[in-house]
């Protein structure tokens, strides 16, 4: 069998050897089909690994891999991926192989290769590392065929090592058809091509492309994408599944901070450009300033540890002085008080006040807290910056067991105590394996929630996070102070302390 196989490959590199390339690719096939459903555009290199995970998670897809159209556009790969391509090919029509004539280097060619090779309705991507859900193409397409939408985003699962997340809540906890996309607060939160399906058409018309550039260039074109839709569809189905193992090798980890942050600039620069209504672009630049150009720069270890602090405090005037003409504060419309507070430190060159804000940050989650007004802060170490608002904090009252359960009462303090949906108690290590429990209000700050046993049942014996969620989505951790432990037939319930103060619950 060994001896056949590296016959065949011996065959494909001498047929590889000879190809013509023609406008810097070639097509080694073309699609028999007159109409697919969808084209699924599938950038690759060197991925022998981890490509026939890939392939096949599209082949088995439940809407009939007679429907799809999978264009596997290869990046010049060195190693068996194009001989791997050819083979898949040689079993099915549907796959086309498009071969680049060079190394691009990023994704950004090759998706656009594939857009532009495409003939389906409906356009999605999927990296050669990562795999459809058997149902997630069909989910998407049935809902976008429903609504007549131009987009729309289903729920992506990111796996690593130790857990199984779900990414971007906020797109995926309800199936919504047709609403605003900026009624999505987080909108812009988290813009990768995993878990989308986009109408062709639609691509096409607007001249919506990947730009060449070695990182971020997603965020670019799905703000495109997102900007152009007056509506947008969700659908809280699992879709995609992003691989995230220790042993997978990312292009951005060969990219320097500070190249990160240029891309970044480039991008606000964009935006900016655009001329947007006010409340898209605030939105758009929230991300791009709190998330990349303050926690990617600062908030890191790498920052902690340069002996060479100067060029970022170089790189950061730099981003600032993007907002100078801005009609509005961008500070006000970031996510944390302590971001806005380390802007207000860098304008006053208070830069080893910086040091000392993010060494507080990282510390870990046992930060003073204290109440004022109602209202839930930590407490600063500076004097004349002595508090930062938290937006929701909730604390363990006491528990009391009861035959169908245990009933758990807390305070909640913060800006959405009016908007509390459930108590959550999810897997830590696989956090679709969850139950929630609805909550009784007791007076303006205090609550309850009937934690019952039947419930419980349905969970795995496994480390569990307790935690409160809030519009719909968010949600934050409960403090404890105390321990429950509960003998129950054959489990045991261990309602514990995590390191963190954190309310947790042990199945064992």
Known sequence: MLNKLNFILRKEEKFLKKIRYKNGYYIHQKNKLKKPKVSVIVPTYNAEKTLHKTIDSVINQSIGFSEIELLVVDDYSTDNTRSIILQYAKEHSNIIPIFLEKNTGAPSIPRNTGISLASGKYLTFIDSDDWFHEDGILSLYNLLEKTNDNYAVGKTIKVTDKAKSTIAHYNNWATRESISPFSIKHLFQ??????RMMRRDFILEHNISFPNMKFAEDKMFFIDVLVNCDTISTSENVIYYANRYSDNKSLTTTTTIFEKTDTNISLIKYVIDKNLPQHIESMALNRLYGFDCINRLFNRNHFLKSENKELYYEKFAEVLDTTKHLSYDFTKHLNFDWQRILVRLFNENRFDDIVTLIKWNRANDKKEIFLKDNLP???????????????????????????????????????????????????????????????????????????SFDKLDELSKASHAISLKYNRYQETAIKMNARTQIKREKRKLDFYITVADNFGLNIK
């Open 377 to 451: 802060y930590h407490k600063l170490p500076f004097d004349d910056y002595s508090k930062a608002r938290i937006e929701m904090i909730a604390s363990y009252v006491s528990t009391l067991k009861m035959d169908t359960g245990v009933l758990i009462t807390f305070n909640v303090y913060g800006d959405f105590v009016n908007d509390l949906d459930a108590i959550v108690i999810k897997n830590r290590a696989d956090d679709i394996d969850y139950v929630q429990f609805s909550i009784n209000e007791i007076d303006e700050n205090t609550f309850t929630s009937l934690i």
């Open 190 to 195: 988290h813009l990768s091509p995993t878990g």
